[in-house]
Structure formats: C-alpha cells, structure tokens
C-alpha cells in the first residue's frame, strides 16, 4: 500500500521557468507533509514544509501547495535554477514522528 | 550552520556482525530519527525517539534494531546481527518542534 506517490519519475524545465513537482497521498491522517531535495549519496534538504491545516505555505521561491480534498500537494518552483536539479520527495508525516516517502521525482533544470 | 552529523560515511561488516551507526543530532534538538534507503528505492521511515524513548516505529524496525541516546548529545542505532538485506544508507534527522526535521549525511553500510 503505496500512500505517497510522486507520479512523475522525472520533469524537465528551461532556466527560469515554473517547475511544478506533484505529489499524492491516501492517508487523511497525515498531520504535516515536507518537501526534500537530495543528490545521491547525500542526505535529504529540508525545502519546505506545510502543515495539513493549511492550504499553502511560501519560502523565497518555494511554494507549497496542499489540497485536502483531492489529498494532492505540490511543489511549484519560481524562476527555476540550474542548480535545482536534483531528486525531490515529497514525505507524509503523522505526529509521533512516523512517516512515509514518495519515490521521487528528478528535476532537470536547462540552462 | 548546525547540522547533523553521522559516522562512520561508510562501512563494511560480516553478515551476523553487530554494526553501530552513531548520529550527533543538533544541540537543541528534541525529536530523533532514523531513516533508510536501499540502493534505488525510497527513502524509508525506521523509527522516532522523543524524551528518551521510542515514539513510533515502522515494521522493518524489528527484534534485531536499537536505538539509544547514552549520553545526551549522541543517538545511536544498533544492528544486532546485520543481514545481506540491511545493506543501505542510514540517515539520522532531528528537528527541535514544529515541522521542520534536518536529516544527516548517511552513513553507508554495506553487508558481505
């Protein structure tokens, strides 16, 4: 039972566009969802986090969108930098600390 | 900036060994956790420690998995008898409240 899915393996956007990275979830128990960029053999970079009583929360030029009636949250990034390319994961956490990754989607931004 | 810092980056043990990964979480941190990802899978949810002892854990945090904070500064996660299949990189995070959570650099553990 897969409760986050990131749909698109992959996305490719030109410099200085909008990327927009999806993410979806099955569990409403869900209380807060956290956005991550990694490059292998690294360890995750905290991005951006929305709690699940919220609808959008904004950071430079991250946004957060969260839709609680469709269990949908996105990611939209303006303007895009090459240096944004990276693997990006969406996580689903509850309050005891549990959670659950999505599988991923790697941004390729073309200078 | 305060970070989480993991060691070893890397290592390599018997099958049947004991392996300790060792995590400094940063200083006013609360909230500890542990995270795996097997080469070319996701990143997967081990376990959460607040206040001294386990707040949550996942099904692949079975019998052979420990975790300890002996001395207030370090959290440790203790693999009793290392299987082929516990070949992975092991993230630390931590986060002080709220929703924000700093993962570590991974310490790489390769099973033979």
């Known amino acids: 039972d897969q409760q986050v899915k990131q749909n698109s393996p992959s996305l490719s956007v030109q410099e200085g566009r909008i990327s927009i990275l999806n993410c979806d979830y099955t569990?409403?128990?869900?209380?807060?969802f956290l956005w991550y960029k990694k490059y292998p053999a690294e360890g995750p970079t905290f991005l951006i986090s929305i709690s699940s009583i919220k609808d959008k929360n904004e950071d430079g030029r991250f946004t957060v969108f969260l839709n609680k009636s469709a269990k949908h949250l996105s990611l939209h990034i303006v303007p895009s930098q090459p240096g944004d390319s990276a693997v990006y994961f969406c996580a689903a956490f509850i309050r005891s600390g549990k959670s659950t990754f999505g599988d991923g989607t790697t941004l390729t931004v073309k200078p | 900036e305060p970070e989480v810092t993991q060691t070893p980056s890397h290592q390599v043990t018997q099958m049947g060994q004991e392996v300790i990964l060792r995590c400094v979480p940063i200083?006013?941190?609360?909230?500890f956790y542990w995270y795996r990802q097997i080469l070319g899978q996701k990143v997967e949810f081990l376990v959460s420690f607040y206040n001294n002892e386990i707040s949550e854990k996942s099904e692949i945090f079975d019998d052979q998995f420990s975790v300890e904070r002996p001395d207030g500064s370090n959290f440790t996660l203790k693999i009793r008898s290392t299987k082929l299949e516990d070949s992975a990189m092991y993230f630390c995070a931590s986060k002080r409240g709220g929703n924000t959570i700093y993962f570590g650099e991974g310490s790489w553990l390769t099973v033979v």
């Open positions: 569990n409403s128990m869900f209380d807060y």
């Open positions: 200083s006013n941190h609360l909230y």
